[in-house]
């Protein structure tokens, strides 16, 4: 059984942990730690409730004068493919809008595909790209948005 719940403080060192298993450009601790003092900024985290609660995965949002910039998508590569990360997304929307935004948007690498497909599937649509945006290796980055209809 899978469960969403607000991230906290406590479970930073989890996240940068997973941001190191995942990204290879990861955040530390000390960048969640700073984005948290942040207002109009909020983290869900994404539980394995059969394996004691344990963190799998996170995404943020921070409201910007009503624009949800979405951060940190990430979910552990086995628990991909089952529909979490749709739910995580969608949880992360419903609390961008509660923080006020009204429209969505989010980086991608130009690689992931599956990523890529999910926002779509989600009505995100592509808006450009940002030139060598991610490091290690450097690669492009798809800008996309999810405007309210």
């Known amino acids: ?3 969403i719940r607000t991230m906290t403080e406590n479970d930073i060192p989890r996240a940068a942990e ?5 990204f290879t450009d990861p955040w530390s601790e000390k960048v969640y730690r700073e984005t948290f003092k942040i207002p109009d900024v909020e983290y869900v985290a994404v539980c394995d409730d059969e394996a004691g609660q344990e963190m ?5 949002v921070r409201n910007i004068v009503g624009t949800g910039e979405i ?8 628990y991909r493919g089952r529909g979490i990360g749709r739910q ?3 949880e992360v929307i419903r609390r961008g809008r509660r923080l006020g ?4 948007t989010l980086e991608v690498r130009k690689s992931n595909a599956n990523a890529i497909r999910l926002y779509e599937k989600l009505g995100f649509e592509s808006a450009g790209i940002r030139p060598q945006f991610y490091r290690n290796p450097d690669e492009d980055a798809v800008i996309m948005w999810l405007y309210t209809q």
């Open 56 to 60: 799998v995965g996170a995404a943020g």
């Open 101 to 104: 935004a009204k429209d969505f």
């Open 88 to 90: 995580m997304l969608e």
């Open 71 to 78: 951060t940190n998508v990430m979910l552990l590569p086995e």
């Open 1 to 3: 059984m899978i469960s």
């Open 18 to 22: 997973l941001e190191k298993m995942i």
